[in-house]
C-alpha cells in the first residue's frame, strides 16, 4: 500500500512540474533564437499581432535553438528544443519540448542562407521553418476596386498585379483606385494573392475589417480576414513578403 502511494504521488508530482513548465514556455512574452546557427548574440523573434513568435532573416549552417531569456541563466532559461532527435529547421511543423538543460539538440540548419523564416507557436507547440523563395507576383482581389466584384462573387480573373521592386524581389508595389461600391459582395474588402486563383498563396491582415491605412503588418495564409477601405481614393500599397509588412498611402 506504501508503495502505491508513493508511486502516485510521484506522478502527480512529475505531471504538476510537466504542467508548471508548459504553462511557462506559452506564458512567455519573448523569445530568442541561439546556437552556433546564430551569428553573434541571440537574436530577438519578433511577437505577431497574434501572440505567435517568428524570424526572418539569415542562419549559419550548425544548430538552433529557442531559449526564454536574452542570456543564458542555469536553472531559469528554458530552451524550447524538437520533441525528437536529428530534427530539421526546415519543416511543415514540429512539435518542441521545453527543457532547461542547455545540452539539449536543438534544429539542424544544413546550410548557410539569408532568407531563413520560422514560426514558434506557443499554441499548438510546434515550430515551423522554411527557406523562403520570392513569390512570382502578387495581386489584388476583392470588391474594392472597379470590376473586382459582382453581387454574387469575387472575379478572380480581374484581379489587379503588383509591380516587383527592381532591386528587391520581395518587395510589391500597386497603385489604383479603391473604395466602397454598390451591387458587389463584401463591399470595400481586398485580400492578396500569389497567383491569379484562391490559394495557396495568400496575403491577410491579422484581423477582419482591418483598415488599410493603419495596417502594418500581414501574415502569409490562415484565416480568410480582409482589408477594408473606409475612403475613396487612388492609393499605394506596398508589401514585402519576407518580412510580412504592409503599407498603404492615400496619395489623391
Partial sequence: MTKNIITTLCLVSCNIVAALTAQSAHAQ??????????????????????????????????????????????????????????????NNGQAYVSTTDSTRQGWVVSFQEDTYRLLVNTSSRTLTGELFLPWNEVLIAG??????????EWKRD??????????????????????TFSNVVEPGRFKLEGQMTWGPKELHPYTQDEDLLGSTRMRTGGDDTKWHVSREGTYRITVDLFNETFQAELIQ
Fill in 158 to 179: 480581374n484581379m489587379l498585379p503588383f509591380r516587383r521592386d527592381h532591386d528587391n524581389p520581395y518587395v510589391f508595389t500597386w497603385t489604383g483606385r479603391l473604395g
Fill in 29 to 90: 512574452s519573448a523569445l530568442w533564437a541561439t546556437g552556433s546557427a546564430v551569428a553573434g548574440e541571440p537574436v530577438q523573434l519578433e511577437r505577431r499581432p497574434d501572440g505567435q513568435f517568428r524570424f526572418a532573416g539569415p542562419l549559419n549552417a550548425g544548430e538552433l535553438k529557442i531559449m526564454t531569456t536574452a542570456t543564458y541563466q542555469p536553472g531559469t532559461t528554458q530552451f524550447l528544443v524538437p520533441q525528437l532527435v536529428d530534427s530539421y529547421l526546415v
Fill in 143 to 152: 470588391s474594392a476596386f472597379e470590376g473586382g466584384s459582382d453581387n454574387v
